[in-house]
């Protein structure tokens, strides 16, 4: 290994002193009073600039009827887990369906529209409780008649059966329902806090941090429902190029009472944006007169054709009532591991909103009020 090589190395790059850390320092310097906004899996936070306390906003795991509905989203891949175990030559699948079957009908018995509306009271689903009651109970009604009858005959639990009697009775079309509530939920209170914010936008510096579901899944910024909702937040004003996906930045633990974690993670979440911007503008310096990169639209693929058997991305969503799309994206989040499994109809949820002027009581859920 030779000294001199290394020596020339360290000069540009792999030094606290080297001419890279220092251009990424200068420019820093020069962003510290622009917003820099901070999402990780759970929490987004606002950093001011120019030294102000930042802001936090929760939006996924503390808030009100998440897991209640994620609990019945997971209905389908769970009975279908039980199908695959058994395919395996799992014999667990028999105590294992046992034990689904009880907790389904306890919270079968425990639901009823009082509790949507009075206890999980989630505003954005205000005016829509006893839709949801309506389609828990259904949803937990066909899945103890389905484990009811495999019980009964373990030879009637096979892939055919789970799509022909289970979800093809209501219960991928609940699915989507459940997904869309979520997202439509966290794209209101996320517009809402992010409009109080007055947030200027076109200058906004934006770091999606750390692991955002699975380990594989939205790593770039139309496979992240985080970056879905920012954007859409904005309403068209935050530009593209300005929103990094980082899924080994540092994220903080957020509590309502305590900070201190927030605040001492800023200068190095600054860094880390103000680092990659600083080659980001080497381009221009380098390679004028080149063709310059820009962050390109994804153009979705219709299945509206029945003949339509493979896709490489999330199928265009063309209304609430397109369940051909919207149950093949249920099937897209599965096989593509770039998806997030929550987020398969983040991107619809937020447009919908944003139609809407972010009122969720003039949003249609797909497979709750449509057929």
């Known amino acids: 290994m030779s000294a001199e090589f290394l020596r020339l190395f360290a000069t540009y790059t792999a030094d606290p002193d080297s001419i890279g850390r220092k251009l990424g320092r200068a420019v820093a310097d020069r962003a510290r009073d622009e917003p820099l906004i901070v999402a990780t899996a759970t929490d987004i936070a606002l950093y001011p600039g120019g030294g102000r306390v930042p802001t936090v906003e929760g939006f996924r795991l503390s808030t009100r009827g998440f897991k209640e509905l994620t609990a019945i989203s997971h209905l389908g891949p769970a009975v279908a887990s039980l199908v695959r175990l058994r395919d395996l030559g799992e014999v667990s699948w028999?105590?294992?369906?046992?034990?689904?079957l009880t907790e389904v009908k306890a919270t079968r018995a425990a639901n009823n529209t009082e509790l949507w509306r009075d206890r999980i009271a989630v505003e954005a689903y205000r005016g829509k409780e006893h839709e949801i009651a309506d389609m828990v109970d259904r949803a937990c009604a066909v899945t103890t008649h389905y484990l009811t009858t495999a019980l009964a005959d373990g030879e009637y639990l096979t892939p055919e059966t789970l799509r022909r009697d289970y979800l093809d009775d209501g219960v991928s079309s609940m699915m989507v329902a459940t997904f869309f509530l979520v997202s439509l939920d966290i794209c209101f209170r996320v517009t809402r806090w992010l409009t109080e914010q007055e947030v200027h936008w076109e200058r906004a510096m934006v770091v999606v941090a750390g692991r955002q579901g699975r380990p594989t899944a939205g790593?770039?910024?139309n496979t992240s429902s985080v970056a879905t909702m920012i954007l859409a937040a904005s309403r068209g004003r935050l530009p593209l190029d300005r929103v990094y996906v980082a899924p080994h930045a540092p994220t903080f633990s957020y509590a309502p009472e305590d900070l201190t974690e927030v605040i001492a993670l800023e200068e190095?979440?600054?860094a880390l944006w103000c680092g990659?911007?600083?080659?980001?503008?080497?381009?221009?310096?380098?390679?004028?007169?080149?063709?310059?990169?820009?962050?390109?639209?994804?153009?979705?693929?219709?299945v509206t054709d029945r003949g339509v058997a493979v896709v490489s991305e999330m199928p265009a969503i063309h209304s609430p009532e397109d369940m051909r799309a919207l149950v093949t994206r249920l099937r897209v989040v599965l096989?593509?591991?770039?998806?997030?499994?929550?987020?398969?109809?983040?991107?619809?949820?937020?447009?919908?909103?944003?139609?809407?002027?972010n009122d969720p009581t003039q949003v249609v859920v797909p497979g709750l009020n449509t057929p």
């Open 276 to 302: 990659t911007r600083a080659t980001v503008e080497l381009g221009e310096v380098m390679f004028a007169g080149y063709p310059r990169y820009a962050p390109g639209g994804l153009t979705l693929p219709d």
């Open 335 to 357: 096989e593509d591991p770039r998806q997030l499994l929550s987020s398969c109809v983040t991107d619809f949820a937020a447009a919908s909103l944003a139609a809407a002027g």
């Open 219 to 221: 790593v770039t910024w």
């Open 94 to 100: 028999r105590e294992d369906a046992k034990r689904l």
């Open 268 to 270: 190095e979440l600054r």
